[in-house]
């Protein structure tokens, strides 16, 4: 099956793409206290060569003080990490290429297998991390005003640098998904409730704060999730009827693209129709999304972190999907950690020359 398809423009706001395929934000974890090195910039740059079409940046935390439960995970704060992200966006452009922050805070987290730890306790909507995991405090509405206008600083930050866009982080589990999920979200106030819709408020507010700071004409993306680390089975919505409430006032208050988060791109989300979680998020919003999962390989994501290798596979069934408009991008993960050549190769049907993946690529910088 042709591939074309994904080798057509996508225009939207700031983002001028010269095709469809997304580079998905994957932890890397080699940013000594929290500064993008030289390496890191051309690691990025390597992919922009490469033909990705956009490049979406690993996470990388506001200024709060436990946003970050790993020492080595960039920070999207302080004159030092933003220089040197200045220099990763210079890079990117120089070759080529797009490219936006994900902006993240994780929330309460378990603590890094390094011993490292913040010097305030992680902080979340009720201090656990899951079910029965209590490892941080809850958080203030003084926090939470602080934490939403950190947001929108970081977003601010990343337009005046020169990024073409931004991705805040709302999903696997981290902060923002812990306000949106009942079981981690007790809280009594406005920024609690026992409907998805009510839970919403934290992130709705963040969205604007960002909007306020970046301008209607700067394009905003947003992950989320169904599943949670600690459970692939969960979902936060249930239905169609209840994705539509959860999603669609974020898309209201300024989300432009919906990045749909899944383990593996080809499974349905409901009973009853084959759409994925990207393809149903935009048949209830009406917003361009992105899918992900698993594309490209044979194995999932979460599978590599326990040691497992995956195989290169065909991307028919992607193809098919995407044609029949099911979503607008598509987010590809470990083949880019193993390959910054994987675009074109795919664009030049050289398919025999893909790599296969392997745990020792999520411990290395990959330059060719």
Do not use: C
């Not at 996508?10 to 469809?20: G, M, V």
């Not at 306000?179 to 409730?193: K, P, Q, V």
């Not at 301008?215 to 919505?237: C, E, H, T």
């Not at 992900?292 to 040691?307: I, M």
């Amino acid at each position: 099956m042709s591939t074309n398809n994904l080798f057509s423009p996508f225009n939207l706001k700031t983002l001028n793409l010269k095709n469809r395929i997304v580079m998905a934000p994957m932890t890397r974890s080699f940013s000594p206290n929290g500064v993008p090195t030289d390496d890191v910039a051309a690691y990025y740059q390597k992919r922009a060569e490469g033909e990705v079409g956009l490049i979406l940046s690993e996470g990388t935390v506001i200024d709060r003080k436990s946003s970050s439960n790993d020492a080595n995970v960039p920070h999207f704060y302080g004159d030092l990490a933003l220089n040197g992200w200045k220099k990763v966006i210079d890079e990117v452009h120089a070759a080529g290429g797009k490219m936006g922050p994900q902006i993240w805070h994780m929330g309460i987290m378990d603590n890094h297998h390094s011993g490292w730890v913040p010097p305030v306790p992680f902080e979340g909507p009720s201090g656990l991390n899951r079910p029965d995991f209590r490892n941080g405090i809850a958080m203030s509405e003084k926090d939470i005003e602080d934490t939403i206008l950190a947001f929108g600083k970081a977003a601010a930050d990343a337009k005046r640098l020169g990024f073409d866009t931004i991705e805040i982080h709302g999903a696997h589990g981290y902060l923002i998904d812990q306000f949106f999920r009942a079981e981690t979200n007790l809280r009594e106030d406005i920024y609690g409730g026992k409907t998805l819709p009510e839970r919403n408020r934290f992130a709705i507010e963040v969205i604007k704060e960002i909007r306020k700071q970046v301008g209607n004409d700067f394009a905003v993306i947003m992950r989320f999730s169904q599943f949670k680390p600690s459970d692939y089975n969960y979902k936060l919505a249930k239905n169609p009827q209840e994705l539509e409430a959860w999603l669609t006032p974020l898309v209201d208050a300024g989300v432009d693209i919906i990045h749909a988060s899944q383990r593996r791109f080809w499974e349905p989300e409901f009973e009853g129709s084959d759409l994925n979680f990207a393809g149903w998020a935009k048949k209830v919003t009406g917003a361009p999304t992105i899918t992900v999962g698993s594309v490209g390989l044979s194995g999932d994501f979460f599978g590599a972190f326990a040691g497992e290798s995956s195989e290169p596979t065909s991307l028919d069934e992607l193809n098919r999907r995407f044609d029949r408009g099911d979503f607008d991008l598509v987010a590809v993960g470990r083949p880019l950690l193993s390959d910054p050549n994987w675009v074109a190769k795919i664009k030049a049907g050289k398919t025999d020359q893909l790599k296969g993946f392997s745990k020792e690529a999520l411990g290395a910088l990959v330059l060719e």
